[in-house]
């Protein structure tokens, strides 16, 4: 059974940076997607990027393009999300997901909660102005 587990949230003034983690479990993630998604209070949860384990390839959300960072560590099986230049609207518990490819890779497939099997609890990101 897979397991992913965030860490790392915490509090951080606006314009800081935090560094979120995601360790996987229980499986082999080479054909995997890992996701990152956010939700905030009264919100929908809503993709944030994500990223194929085995190539790297990296997709972001508009909202977040150029002030995050997805990578992946292997021999970690760790996933990695840096967040610079936060805002106050970034706060929100912050989602791990993950899943496998279904046939060939593409990016639109891996931005709704729905494409994702496996879930972490979350971690709270919180950015006072």
């Known amino acids: 059974q897979v397991h992913v587990v965030e860490s790392g949230g915490g509090l951080v003034q606006a314009g800081g940076s935090l560094r979120l983690s995601c360790a996987a479990s229980?499986?082999?993630?080479?054909?995997?997607?890992m996701g990152w998604f956010r939700q905030a209070p009264g919100k929908e949860r809503e993709f944030t990027g994500h990223?194929?384990?085995?190539?790297?390839?990296?997709y972001y959300a508009e909202s977040v393009k150029g002030r995050f960072t997805i990578s992946r560590d292997n021999a970690k099986n760790t996933m990695y999300l840096q967040m610079n230049s936060l805002e106050p609207e970034d706060t929100a518990v912050y989602y791990c997901?993950?899943?496998?490819?279904?046939?060939?890779?593409?990016?639109?497939?891996?931005?709704?909660?729905?494409?994702?099997?496996?879930w972490g609890q979350g971690t709270q990101v919180t950015v006072s102005s």
């Open positions: 997901a993950a899943t496998r490819i279904r046939g060939l890779y593409k990016s639109h497939l891996y931005t709704s909660p729905s494409g994702y099997d496996y």
């Open positions: 229980g499986g082999t993630f080479s054909d995997y997607v």
């Open positions: 990223i194929t384990w085995n190539a790297g390839i990296t």
